[in-house]
């Protein structure tokens, strides 16, 4: 809390002449501002035109300018109830807690002020005593409450932005994980495209920058306020006038020239975010790219992404350097002239001191201690001043995680009330494109819950990016009635999987199924979680759970005995072994293991994509005919001609948008008997062909 400079005596007695010059010089350059905001305003008017006549639907986000407007404290208003929830909440404690210490730490300010002039008093007039009793004793009992109050106010400051990140991490979460809207933040809607930068970094920078900016602008409100009193009672109450007036001048020329560092904020959280995009997509594709011999490709587009980043930051930072320099000059270095002559005007100007103060003392050492004590006055609240109007550029650095974070939450709630964005085709030749909003509330597509069936009654098969796969598709399933379904490469097979399960918006017709906890779903590559092998088995169920419905550890066992997996127990170290499972389990063991999930789960239908491609027949075959026995109705997705004896009844698509949906007889068995082809035309099995060449990567990508 000790002085940053200290002020010598010696300016000229009338500043009058240099503040008119000044004031002069400011109000050209605001005219001088006006006209260039008047030029970019026109252009900006330009451009938006020609945008309207190539685009429709709402604005592109990235294009909205960022900064400390309306709309700014909309988002904030909106954050803000997140973070403190109420009066009685620990955040508000917090604040309240702040709010003291920050007082706490003001009064400490002056009455450090009043001991500098003392000691320098005591130190000039050689007073031993004096300067025992003030710079040892008294500062000695005060410097452990000093001490308490500073670490205290840094330690309240990171306990609220820790809390704020705590609501504000675990509200997303709530939104995020509500249902299944992480898969729509990701395939639906693509407004955002990196979520998870979003809910860690940008959300924790949020926070971190909300709880700094209470203090950074609540202590210099204090600060001004009771370092205004005592200076004005020091040396005239115009003084203090005098700098705010002169600090917030400065304010208004730092405004009117620093560049809109809020967007370039939010401009580097999202380049960030793409390219920790490009490296997870590595990860999540490294036996892909490692095959391809992709690498120099990958490295070609992450360095990209990398580049964005570093061309952004250097025009950032050197912006920050011309803008630094003129900081430096108006709030630093012309505030210390002018603090010059305010400390000094009491002493050469006795006219005015007469006037102001009463008569001046002519003790040389009451004058040093008089304007120590007076200098820390000015200082403190020089200080604050500057603090307070350079807490504007903090500011808008704030509203770039503003935009960024409420953002993200406008579109999690869009989400979950039904309404996505994407860009789609805005013409059928493909020429254009625009961001459309489409309300899954206002589709004219219909879902009712019934247990035992599947009905689709003139459901169209449309992609979320309004892709039409299949005008029609009707058909029934009761319990029972296991389907095999076959298809070209594209022809909508994993498009009628996904809808059935509530992933892509109904666009039409009417679906009868069950609750979506009696439907279960088996890709060709199965998720395994993180956790103990039990999990893998009981996904998403926890152990209580799986003891709840009666499934013990030697139950699990019988599931796992049932596809042949009963080794694994002792090869990876018990149930409660924890392992990356998906690089320690082969292909052929992680179907399996999806298959004994099937069996613990025992649904009404089951969705089966593929899911024994890597699976010998002979055990694939007693999987099926369990999966019968326990009254599983299966829908599979499948070119073994062996599953033809597993199901009665066959839904094909001819990939023209054409579907066959019938029973199964004698002679299809027949037919599985010499190959899934055989007997066919020649042009049948040539579509058959191309269907089982292709349909293994669809199903893929599908699961």
Known sequence: MAPVFSLPLGLGKRPRPAFAGLSLLLAYILIRRKQAQAKRRARQQKGASEK???????????????????????????????????????????????ATILIARTWLDIWFSSLNGA??????????????????????????????????????????????????????HDQYLDGITFYKISNIDNRIQNADQLLTQDIDKFADNLSHLYSDIAKPLVDIVLFAYKLGEAIGGEAPFYMIGYFFLSGIVLRAFSPPFGKYTAMEQKLEGDFRFTHSRIIAHSEEIAFYGGAEREKEGVNNSFDKI?????????????????????????????AYYLLARPVFDPAYATEHMGRVSADPTKIVEDYSRNSGYLVNLSQAVGRLILAGRDLTRFAGYTSRVSELFDVLEDVNKGRYERTMVAKSDGSATQNKAVNVNDLKGKVITQDGVIIFDKVPIVTPNNDLL???????????????????????????FRILGDLWPLFGGTVTKPHPSKLFYVPQKPYLALGTFRDQVIYPDTKPQALAKGFTDKKLFELLSMVHLGYLIDREGGWDSVQDWADVLSGGEKQRVAMARLFYHRPQFAILDECTSAVSIDVEGIMYEHARQAGITLFTVSHRSSLIRYHEYLLRFDGEGHYQFRKLGNEDLQQAAFGFGHGKSKKTRKADEEERDGDEADTENSG
């Not at 061309?311 to 002018?338: E, P, Q, W």
């Not at 029609?472 to 070209?488: A, H, Y």
Request: glycine content about 6%.
């Open 52 to 98: 309207s006549a190539s685009t429709q639907g709402r604005d592109d986000p990235k294009l909205r300018k960022v900064g400390v407007d309306r709309r700014f404290l909309e988002q904030l208003k909106k954050l803000l109830p997140i973070c403190i929830p109420g009066l009685a909440s620990k955040e508000a404690a917090l604040f309240a807690t702040l």
């Open 470 to 496: 299949l005008k029609e598709l009707s058909f029934k399933v009761s319990t029972g009635m296991n389907c095999l379904i076959s298809g070209p490469n594209g022809c909508g097979k994993s498009s009628l």
């Open 310 to 338: 570093v061309r952004h930051v250097r025009k950032v930072y050197t912006m920050r350097f011309a803008n630094g320099i003129l900081d430096s000059v108006l709030v630093k270095y012309c505030a210390t002239m002018t």
């Open 119 to 172: 000691v320098v008093k005591a130190i000039v007039s050689r007073n031993r005593k004096q300067f025992i009793a003030k710079a040892i004793v008294e500062f000695g009992m005060m410097m452990w409450p000093m001490s308490i109050v500073n670490n205290s106010l840094k330690f309240t400051i990171s306990a609220l932005a820790l809390s704020f990140r705590e609501r504000l991490t675990k509200y997303a």
